[in-house]
């Protein structure tokens, strides 16, 4: 057998001086590989004596635990070596600007929704909500519309099959909501006088045009209590436009108008000055229709559980996407529901432009759309 020592050192100094990864598994491998000089070494242990072998084998072993302790020990120092190589390579210039992170924008909608929730809030209204497929009763019949109305048929609503073979059964068929009404009724039934509510939510009607699409977002607003009168409603609608807005003083009329669930009807125009180019909200000579509203039809008090003898009420309905379209120029409602990232982009609101009467509907905290 050869020198242990000797050889011992040999590797060692070997593996001192190996100055890459390639080069100490080089050395791995010729000294305890297959046919590496120490596992030959220990091959050669059964020709040897007893008590030689006994003798030898045991210093082999700790030849071999120091060479296998050595290489992992190289092994660690050279890949720290080459991570501290590659580091210095590929440093960062820190100096260059970061690229723009894409920052998501709140859609039209939502906003004119908070600044609704918040006007009407601070007149100590509710939010009130109900489900988007309604029964009859409550979409219909409940709001003094008979069977043979005009809004129960198909061209105007969406009914639900509720036949085996898929046909419609008119008469008790379930329907996709075509206002948030329904919200007042079960309101009424489940809660007594005074109620002040506002009903926001989505409705849906079978309409598609540059004005109109199949499904859009309304608000209703319903006060019943003692001794209501057209005055209370013409003094509410009044500060909610003016709040939303954002002017001191608006013109507004109310011509007479017609709806099955209030009596008196109304719709409510507001003052603007109409050009080719530009719509001006709040001066000039035109009108613009904003909303619709009367006293509460006597027969839909009754209808939701309350006595129209001892109660009345005022309701109004205001379409949330027509608000959006007249207060933020925006000139066809079919481009709300594109999913167009550049529309929204332009469109848009700021995550943080919380809207507040405070802070201000619109730019709150110096957020800019």
């Known amino acids: 057998m050869e020198d242990l020592e000797s050889l011992k050192t040999q590797i060692l100094n070997s593996i001192k001086t190996a100055d890459d990864i390639k080069t100490l598994e080089d050395i791995r491998i010729s000294s305890m590989g297959k046919k590496g000089t120490i596992t030959e070494q220990m091959k050669s242990l059964g020709a040897l004596p007893l008590e030689q ?72 209204f509710e939010v009130a909500e109900g489900p988007d497929i309604e029964d009859q009763f409550h979409n219909f019949n409940a709001l003094n519309m008979p069977a043979n109305h005009p809004a129960r048929q198909m061209q105007d609503t969406f009914y639900l099959p509720n036949t085996n073979d898929g046909s419609f059964d008119m008469d008790n068929s379930y329907v996709i909501r075509t206002h948030t009404s329904g919200i007042q009724i079960r309101t009424m039934e489940s809660k007594k006088p005074p109620i002040r509510i506002i009903a926001p939510g989505r409705t849906y009607r079978s309409d598609y045009d540059a004005t109109h699409t199949p499904m859009f977002h309304q608000v209703e607003g319903l006060i019943i209590d003692k001794n209501i009168t057209m005055a209370h409603l013409k003094g509410c609608l009044y500060d909610f ?37 530009e719509l001006k909200i709040g001066a000039g000579n035109d009108w613009l229709e904003i909303l619709g509203c009367g006293m509460v039809h006597p027969n839909v008090l009754k209808a939701g559980g309350i006595d129209p003898d001892q109660y009345q009420g005022f309701a109004f309905g205001v379409g949330i996407d027509r608000l959006a379209m007249l207060k933020y120029g925006i000139p066809d409602l079919r481009t709300f529901f594109e999913s167009d990232v550049r529309w929204l982009k332009n469109y848009g609101f700021a995550p943080l432009d919380f809207s507040s009467l405070t802070g201000g509907l619109s730019n709150n905290g110096g957020q800019t759309r």
């Open 53 to 124: 072998k006994i003798e030898t084998g045991k210093k082999l072993n700790v030849i071999k635990n120091q060479i296998e302790q050595a290489l992992a020990e190289q092994k660690q120092i050279l890949e720290t070596k080459e991570l501290n190589e590659k580091l210095k390579k590929e440093t960062l210039d820190i100096t260059l600007p970061v690229r723009p992170e894409v920052q998501g924008r709140i859609h039209p909608v939502s906003k004119i929704y908070e600044e609704v929730v918040a006007i009407f809030g601070q007149m100590g």
């Open 241 to 277: 436009v003016k709040a939303f807005f954002e002017l001191d003083e608006i013109p507004v009329r109310y011509r007479p108008s017609y709806f099955p669930f209030t009596e008196p009807s109304a719709e409510m125009d507001i003052g603007c000055l109409k050009t080719k180019t």
